[in-house]
């Protein structure tokens, strides 16, 4: 069985570009969530994906978009970096898209700077 | 607004003693908790996982303890091991909602 996987584990941007991250959900998981840690933070919910679709979003500007693929794998793209965006991304992924009675399998994460 | 907290930063423990984390939260519709651990570049992983029913979940060497009405949870890890030194994170959820919603995290420390 294997894990959740991510890529890549860390890159450098700097203002105004954009970034794609990664992850292949752990197998027999449908659902993909994404979270950002920032440094001293606990994980905070961006956007969640069932069945392709966005099933749910926290606080977060739409120039933070996903996609999922039919494999149940997903991309997080993130426009106009900002210095704040600098943080730890991890992608999660869960047998079902109700949180009650579930369990997230995080990745390792990437690990993006933005100068 | 944080609604899930872990006010202490870090703790520290001698092996073999008992270690508690504290979480406390403060939405009363949040129904079912989760503690993570996390190693430094590792993603988070599951520890133990309880619901609104019930007032403890014991897993081996790891119990977690839910107060309802105080909205507050613990984790208690016996005997502490150092190969427990890590980050804990507390997570909770509403069963008919989507997302977690963690505490900042205590970073664990046993000493040998």
């Known amino acids: 069985e294997t894990g959740v996987t991510q890529s890549p584990t860390h890159l450098i941007k700097t203002r105004g570009q954009q970034v794609t991250l990664r992850c292949s959900s752990q197998?027999?998981?449908?659902?993909v969530s994404w979270y950002q840690q920032a440094l001293g933070q606990g994980p905070q919910f961006i956007f969640q994906?069932?069945?392709?679709?966005?099933?749910g979003r926290g606080n977060f500007p739409p120039r933070f978009s996903g996609l999922q693929f039919p494999n149940y794998s997903s991309e997080l793209n993130v426009n106009a970096l900002e210095l704040d965006d600098s943080a730890l991304y991890l992608c999660?992924?869960?047998?079902?898209?109700?949180?009650?009675?579930?369990?997230?399998?995080f990745g390792a994460g990437s690990r993006l700077t933005v100068l | 607004d944080q609604q899930v907290k872990q006010n202490s930063p870090s703790l520290s423990v001698q092996e073999g003693r008992i270690s508690i984390l504290n979480c406390d939260y403060t939405n009363s519709m949040f129904d079912y908790f989760l503690w993570y651990k996390k190693y430094p570049a590792e993603g988070p992983t599951f520890l133990i996982s309880?619901?609104?029913?019930?007032d403890k979940n014991e897993d081996g060497r790891f119990t977690v303890f839910l107060n309802k009405s105080a909205k507050h949870l613990s984790l208690h890890i016996v005997p502490s091991q150092p190969g427990d030194s890590a980050v804990y994170f507390c997570?909770?959820?509403?069963?008919?909602?989507?997302?977690?919603?963690f505490g900042t995290g205590t970073s664990l420390t046993v000493i040998p």
């Open positions: 999660a992924s869960s047998l079902t898209a109700t949180s009650g009675a579930n369990v997230l399998t």
């Open positions: 997570a909770a959820s509403a069963k008919v909602g989507n997302q977690f919603y």
């Open positions: 994906y069932y069945r392709e679709e966005e099933n």
């Open positions: 309880i619901s609104s029913i019930k």
């Open positions: 197998s027999g998981h449908n659902t």
